[in-house]
């Protein structure tokens, strides 16, 4: 009896020791990024994949709606309660790094002159000295998508190539009723949507000019190539047979998914809600070239960072998951299930990826696109909203309307910059 | 020591342990967050990091700030349009209302219905109502006659009314509700007496009606001036794409506050703004609820 109940005793300590010791390799930690159906289900099979490849680790993915994403993780990092491993806008790096929120990312497995080769040149906007504080898994650029219907109604043969051709193209799918109403437009318009950056990164240069200096602590658009980027813009829905008109059908992308414009200027996350559109026929260009063959585009990413919370074999775990998010693989997975391109040249840049006749034009778009550092990227878009809207409301000069949102950005960057 | 006090002081012990209860609840819900907020408007903090000292750097930006004044003005506006017209538009109702049998209760419901739907849903198909050609219920009826479309929402002159006109209509129910309640109060006798003396009905509106309405009225203008000097959802929902706009024609002071806050992290000139409204607030009661008590 007492020999049994001896080996009862020891079986239970030996059990309740293996129960601690496999709990202690375990290592769990915790992925937060916002809500958006593929996304979450990108981050799953990536999640999956990695835990297959590192049995001791654990993923275990939280996702909130996008109005209360920031909020909800800067209450949460100080609190010892938040993410190991984070998704955060590129223009929101600055405030988490100054709030201590996130750390570096170590250089041993990191280093900066092996991303700066390997990853598409606008990263490089989240390296700081010899260090990178983060990195994304894809990144998104500017594109034309054109109406294949709308553009064989007109006898057209292919998306326009130059910025003038742009405008003999949307001339000739512009349709108006009797009374010269439009009724579709050739190209949609408004700065609410993408096109601030398409005039910022891609009119202003392609005009020759540089919308910013000093790393984007100078603005600089306040010029001739500013506005002539400008006089191009608005002549679009404001010379004597405009052939667009802002707020027509209320979003530029409902009026394009509704078959009203011939064409869109837009983002590569379009792509997703496009390619669901029954009876839409829709093809995907490079936004068309400046006057002398001069290209530019927009880019913008999500990045992931390992939070300040993330210490010991946690860190360990966090650096593991960040390099697997960086890798090629995971590009891959994510360009096929979200619609995002991959921030490496080396997994966008092959043959089947560049050559795809949707995600084609998106990525060779990366090879001439830049990143906007913004301070406050809402309010800075909000200027030039304005800027449109005093000359088309008010009959103000476009250039004496631009001189007033470049001191307006620049009062506003100063204001960041000098905290 | 309980067995002391007299019966009175007794009373006040169990007065006070009741009310306990209600008080500590209602100074951790309400007043501390009230306090908070006041607290932070004399700081900086963008949610992030640690809240820094900042004096009255956020009220004196805020006095310097185009955008405020003109979005104080715009608020005043919702104020000074919305309260009158709804007041008149929900008597005129009312009072028609009131004196129809058929089919009463039937179209008392359907001036209620705007009021319990949901402002979002509401907003978002005036702002249909409201586009431009192929889809603007509104310019579309106006094409249909040759005449030219009108800008709703993409003006700086007509956007505004535009915004107000569907929250007027939205509150327009209660209102009718509660001067039929305010009306079926007054004492019948009164207007058989004036029946008697041969008295027109217009005597018998601004002799006998009205004045015994004040304390409708009262009620009326204190709630939907309130209503008017909060509006947001209509706003916002209408001009998601820009909100606040054009050129800050339709924004009022909570679409600011709420811009300010989750736009560009500055909670302290968020806090500073709201704090400023909460004075608009109080004071404007204040004013009505005097006005109230001299009755």
């Known amino acids: 009896m007492n020999t049994r109940l001896k080996g009862l005793v020891f079986a239970g300590m030996m ?20 809500f958006f159906d593929a996304r979450v289900d990108a981050m799953e099979t990536l999640i999956t994949n990695f835990e297959a490849a590192n049995p001791d680790i654990t993923v275990t993915m939280n996702h909130f709606p996008y109005d209360s994403y920031r909020t909800k993780v800067a209450a949460a990092i100080p609190a010892g309660e938040g993410p190991d491993v984070v998704q955060l806008f590129y223009g929101w790096l600055n405030d988490y790094v100054e709030a201590e929120l996130i750390q570096p990312l170590p250089a041993d497995v990191f280093p900066a002159d092996k991303i700066d080769a390997e990853f598409f040149p606008m990263v490089q906007a989240m390296k700081d000295g010899d260090q990178y504080w983060a990195l994304p898994t894809a990144v998104r650029s500017l594109a034309l998508f054109y109406n294949k219907r709308l553009f064989e109604e007109a006898g057209i043969e292919g998306p326009p190539a130059t910025l003038d051709e742009l405008l003999e193209t949307a001339n000739a799918l512009t349709k108006r009723d009797g009374a010269g109403n439009l009724t579709t437009v050739g190209i949609t318009a408004g700065m609410t949507a993408q096109d601030h950056h398409w005039w910022r990164e891609g009119l202003v240069r392609q005009y020759g000019g540089e919308p910013y200096l000093d ?66 026929e829709w093809g995907v260009a490079e936004l068309p070239s400046g006057l002398d063959g001069a290209q530019s585009n927009y880019s913008s990413y999500w990045v992931n960072a390992i939070t300040s919370k993330a210490e010991g074999e946690k860190y360990d775990a966090a650096v593991k998951f960040m390099e697997y998010l960086t890798s090629d693989e995971a590009m ?14 080396s997994v966008g840049m092959t043959e089947a990826n560049a050559n795809d006749p949707v995600f ?11 990143t906007t550092k913004f301070v406050n990227e809402s309010s800075q878009r909000q200027l030039l909203v304005e800027m449109v809207e005093r000359i ?18 620049q009062v506003m960057l100063d204001e960041y910059y000098a905290k | 020591m309980y067995r002391n006090l007299t019966i009175r002081q007794k009373q006040i012990v169990w007065a006070w342990a009741f009310l306990a209860i209600p008080v500590l609840f209602y100074s951790i819900i309400r007043f501390y967050p009230t306090g908070n907020a006041i607290l932070i408007s004399f700081q900086n903090w963008n949610l992030l990091g640690s809240r820094t000292w900042a004096g009255l750097d956020n009220y004196e930006k805020l006095w310097n700030d185009a955008v405020f004044w003109k979005v104080f003005q715009n608020t005043f506006l919702y104020l000074l349009l919305g309260t009158p017209i709804s007041l008149v538009l929900s008597f ?22 705007p009021f319990m739907t949901s402002a979002v849903a509401m907003a978002w198909v005036w ?5 431009d050609v192929p889809i603007g219920l509104f310019n579309n009826i106006l094409a249909g006659f040759g005449i030219p479309q009108i800008s709703f929402l993409n003006s700086t002159t007509n956007a505004l009314p535009a915004v107000l006109a569907p929250a007027v209509w939205a509150g327009l129910g209660f209102q009718v509700i509660i001067f039929m309640a305010g009306i079926r109060s007054i004492p019948t006798s009164y207007y058989e007496a004036a029946k008697i003396d041969g008295v027109g009905w217009f005597t018998v509106l601004t002799q006998i009606t009205l004045p015994l309405l004040r304390p409708t009225i009262v009620f009326i203008v204190v709630f ?8 947001f959802d209509h706003v916002f929902n209408m001009t998601t794409n820009n909100p606040g706009g054009p050129l800050n024609a339709t924004k009022p002071l909570v679409l600011m506050i709420y811009d300010t806050a989750f736009n560009g992290f500055d909670m302290g000139y968020a806090a500073a703004q709201t704090v400023v409204l909460f004075t608009i607030l109080l004071i404007v009661s204040l004013i009505q609820l005097r006005l109230l008590r001299s009755t």
Not at chain 1, 360 to 370: C, K, N, W
């Open chain 2, 224 to 231: 939907s001036s309130i209503g008017f000097l909060r509006i």
């Open chain 1, 15 to 34: 059990s309740s020791a293996a129960l601690f010791t496999s709990t202690a390799s375990a290592v769990e930690i915790e992925y937060w990024q916002y």
């Open chain 1, 360 to 370: 084609g034009p998106f990525i060779r778009g990366l090879e001439y696109a830049h």
């Open chain 1, 392 to 409: 088309q409301l008010e009959g103000m000069e476009p250039a004496e309307s631009l001189a007033i949102a470049a001191e307006a950005e």
């Open chain 2, 92 to 113: 005129i109702i009312a009072y028609h209302l009131d004196k129809l049998r058929f089919m009463h209760g039937f179209l008392r419901m359907l001036y209620f219905l």
């Open chain 2, 127 to 131: 702002r249909w109502f409201y586009q």
């Open chain 1, 215 to 280: 790393d984007y602590k100078t603005v600089n658009y306040n010029t001739d190539a500013g506005v002539a980027a400008l006089d191009y813009y608005t002549n679009l829905f404001m010379n004597e047979s405009p052939v667009t008109s802002i707020g027509f059908m209320d979003e530029p992308q409902a009026a394009f998914k509704a078959g009203r414009a011939g064409m869109h200027i837009d983002g590569s996350f379009r792509i997703g809600s496009l390619a669901d559109q029954r009876g839409l």
């Open chain 1, 332 to 345: 891959q997975i994510w360009l096929d299930v979200v619609g995002e391109l991959p921030a490496k040249p």
